[in-house]
């Protein structure tokens, strides 16, 4: 996630993006319909045909055979083979390349990850984005050719007064994000494990030095593994991971992040977002459980958490028996869940996989979200 130097907040060319936007769909219109057939010309062959009559006409029979060229005249007519050049107006069968530009099969490939095609803040890169702090991320939708579609979204990193509370002051800047206030956002090219919930949009995992997509389609959170919540957006929805880091209780609101404080709920001298326990008034934190819920679970609210035996630990001690304490993503953080597990981080797994605990409980396996109808 790499970010352009002098991102700033152009909210002046909102109204230019979406004039582009219509004069673009429009010339798609125009440019989609094909060129006009070319009208038929017929020659009449009457010409050529009086000419073989003056060849009846003529004493000589040698003229009369000259007047058989002039029966030749009739290739005139097979000028009117000319009119094969109104297959020419099968040029405007051309239109049925509007098929090809999406026609009937609409402008995009819709999919389980892809509910509706993106029309708005599209980007190849993050130099598109014209507001600060704005990245280009993969909306999870296709063009019909397999090619991704990109959009434009507010990055994620944690809030920040100046630079010097970033992971660094040479891959970030704090800067404001859209009309929010600053964050840290990453503007050198790559991911690190240790900063992935700042490099990384919500879903994706850092391997290799890229940010990976790891998101899985769900209609709730009912289709998303323990540790998960299900983020909607105006495209799509998908499952994403509610342990992100934190510095403020305001980075926890809003898209893709969970819980509504921020808080060391491990006490590993690292924040995440995390739900209210109960009617506390604040974030819960593994101290305050125990016993057979020995750590914080988040449920199906974003904003919630109950004492239970799923969330995030430093060792297999702090966990429940018949759990052990694993760092199933890249950043570090460790979680406990049962033993027996089929991998034990999300590189095990395919693409747009994690490994994770079921829903409804059990050891780690590759998850993928809602099953394709």
């Known amino acids: ?223 998303c593994p323990k540790s998960h919540l299900c983020t909607t957006t105006t495209v799509s929805s998908y499952c994403t991971r509610t342990h992100r880091t934190c510095h403020e209780d305001t980075d926890c609101g809003g898209f893709a992040a969970a819980g509504s404080f921020c808080a060391d709920v491990d006490n590993d001298g690292s924040k995440e977002c995390v739900g209210e326990l109960g009617a506390s008034g604040g974030g819960c934190v593994n101290a305050d459980c125990g016993g057979s819920a020995p750590v914080c679970e988040m449920g199906a609210a974003p904003t919630a958490a109950s004492c239970g035996d799923y969330g995030l630990c430093r060792n297999t001690g702090e966990c429940d028996a018949g759990f052990e304490c694993v760092g199933l993503w890249q950043d570090g953080r460790r979680e406990c869940v049962p033993t027996g597990g089929t991998c034990d981080q999300v590189t095990d797994c395919p693409l747009q996989q994690v490994c994770a605990a079921p829903r409804n409980g059990g050891s780690p396996s590759c998850q993928a979200g809602k099953e394709a109808m």
């Open 1 to 223: 996630m790499n970010k352009t130097h002098d991102a700033t907040l152009i909210a002046t060319k909102k109204p230019g993006i979406a004039t582009l936007a219509m004069a673009c769909t429009l010339l798609a219109l125009v440019f989609g319909c094909g060129d006009p057939g070319t009208a038929p010309a017929f020659i009449g062959p009457g010409t050529g045909g009086s000419g073989g009559s003056a060849g009846v006409s003529g004493t000589g029979g040698t003229i009369g055979m000259g007047g058989t060229v002039g029966t030749g005249g009739m290739v005139g007519t097979g000028g009117t083979s000319g009119s094969g050049g109104a297959a020419g107006t099968g040029g405007t069968g051309s239109t049925g390349g509007m098929g090809g530009a999406g026609g009937s099969l609409g402008p995009c490939a819709t999919n389980a990850l892809c509910h509706t095609c993106p029309d708005q803040l599209l980007c190849e890169t993050d130099g598109d984005c014209v507001f600060s702090g704005y990245v280009c991320v993969a909306s999870g939708c296709e063009t019909h050719a397999g090619a991704p579609i990109k959009q434009c979204q507010p990055s994620r990193g944690g809030s920040c007064a100046d630079v010097a509370e970033c992971p660094t002051s040479t891959d970030y800047e704090c800067i404001p994000v859209g009309l929010s206030p600053p964050r840290c956002v990453r503007v050198t090219p790559g991911c690190s494990l240790a900063t992935e919930t700042f490099d990384c949009p919500p879903g994706f995992s850092c391997e290799s030095s890229t940010c990976v997509d790891r998101r899985m389609p769900c209609d709730s959170y009912l289709d």
